[in-house]
């Protein structure tokens, strides 16, 4: 296997071939064809990001032990925290409701910061050892479910739902929650991954500092009509995890990256195939998530009412929250099904080998891939007023079959944004071009 010099990368939406020059501090070099970050330069990245995740681990600590709010109706009071909240839905019968809550809220924002806190003492001292590169792995695929500023924006419109029928008092775990949600944001746009991979031992420490010139590498120069110097061109691949550019001796097994062990491919291994079946599945799943009941309200006097996602904003909308209620169903209604549509036409494109639009195209991607966790909006919701509106005979507020089929939407969407490959966009760009400086 030939390794690339450092300052030789491919980018990771494009694939286009460029050299990344000696950056500024503060600086970021961005793909000239996309626009995708290719590098940073953050002034002391890992003292900083360090400092942020200790005091993201406090803030987690305090989220999960504390009230997040408190209700009161009738001298009857009741509180929940986040853990009470899965709890609550567990007991109701919703476990699989109860797990993913769990998972979003406690789990994966845990296991980040842990990783994070691991990797940042562990990487100090170079060479940090070969665990933390698996470590930074692991983070990557985790970080995408931890859902704390989804799980904020639920608290506050179950808030504003449930004021209406009672008198709702905010604890200290929504504060320590408000706190965590800055705190992960910092510690995410301070922390420079290229830092601790340049410390990091590799794998395969025979293939460390083998790196040669581009000539090397450019002995099949393509002719002018194939398109642009791109990785795949070339016979290139580029390590999706830690962004080592190597040639394997066998482009269609290229084993695994030398510096961290990921698995390599020249694509994702039949990303328009899997990115179908799971959009297909969403839309499958998005028609019961509208039809059953999200809630389902009974009050001491009266017959049960079932709440579904579409009666819940006129809810909203009819006791002067109009704001909110566009929240709701922008998240709930118009993102999942833009996702889907977004998706299919994405993959239509792909498959006609379409030039048109790639930058437009690009750029709907990865619209995709940022609003996709905000359609576990209304999941949040429904956990914490059924986890606060349990005063019997009074009322009491179970979740409905709807919840779990709109979990459904939202992680198979997600999931189906992380099969897609966007360099799949610019593989039939026939436009000559080179090596970009």
Request: charged content about 15%.
């Amino acid at each position: 296997m030939f390794i690339l010099p450092e300052n030789v990368v491919a980018c990771l939406e494009c694939d286009l071939l460029q050299r990344v020059a000696s950056l500024p501090q503060g600086a970021t070099a961005r793909c000239r064809r996309c626009g995708h970050s290719l590098a940073y330069n953050k002034p002391d990245s890992l003292n900083r990001t360090l400092a942020l995740a200790v005091a993201a681990a406090i803030a987690l600590i305090v989220a999960n032990i504390t009230p997040l709010m408190g209700l009161s109706i009738s001298g009857r009071q009741t509180s929940t925290t986040i853990l009470g909240g899965a709890w609550e839905m567990w007991l109701l019968g919703q476990e699989i409701g109860a797990m993913i809550v769990l998972f979003c809220t406690v789990i994966a924002p845990a296991v980040h910061i842990g990783i994070m806190l691991t990797v940042l003492i562990a990487a100090r001292r170079a060479p940090a050892p070969q665990w933390v590169g698996t470590l930074l792995r692991w983070s990557n695929w985790h970080q995408p479910w931890a859902m704390v500023e989804v799980m904020m924006l639920g608290l506050l419109v179950a808030l504003i739902k449930i004021a209406e029928l009672a008198t709702v008092n905010p604890g200290i775990g929504m504060f320590a929650a408000g706190a965590l949600v800055a705190l992960v944001t910092a510690m995410t746009v301070s922390f420079d991954p290229g830092e601790v991979w340049k410390r990091v031992g590799w794998v395969d420490k025979e293939k460390k500092g083998g790196a040669g010139g581009l000539s090397g590498a450019s002995d099949q120069q393509p002719p002018s009509h194939l398109g642009p110097m791109t990785g795949k061109t070339l016979g290139l691949v580029v390590c999706e995890c830690c962004g080592l550019l190597s040639k394997p001796v066998d482009i269609e097994a290229p084993g695994k990256c030398p510096r961290c062990g990921e698995v390599l491919a020249l694509r994702r291994h039949d990303a328009i195939q899997r990115t179908w079946a799971l959009i297909i599945a969403a839309a499958i799943c998005f028609i019961p998530a509208n039809v059953f009941p999200v809630m389902v309200s009974k009050l001491l006097v009266g017959v049960p009412e079932d709440d579904t996602i579409i009666s819940g904003v006129v809810l909203l909308y009819k006791t002067g929250s109009w704001h909110l209620a566009a929240i709701v169903l922008i998240a709930s209604i118009v993102i999942p099904m833009a996702k889907i549509a977004a998706l299919a036409y994405l993959l239509i494109s792909v498959q006609r080998r379409s030039l048109k639009g790639q930058q437009e195209r690009l750029r709907l991607y990865r619209l995709v891939e940022f609003v996709g966790r905000w359609s576990m909006l209304d999941v949040f919701v429904v956990t914490f007023t059924v986890a606060l509106i349990q005063l019997q005979p009074l009322m009491s507020i179970k979740p409905g079959a709807g919840v779990l089929f709109f979990a459904a939407v939202v992680i198979l969407t997600m999931i189906a944004a992380e099969q897609f490959d966007p360099r799949l966009i610019w593989d039939s760009n026939n436009k000559q071009g080179g090596l970009h400086d």
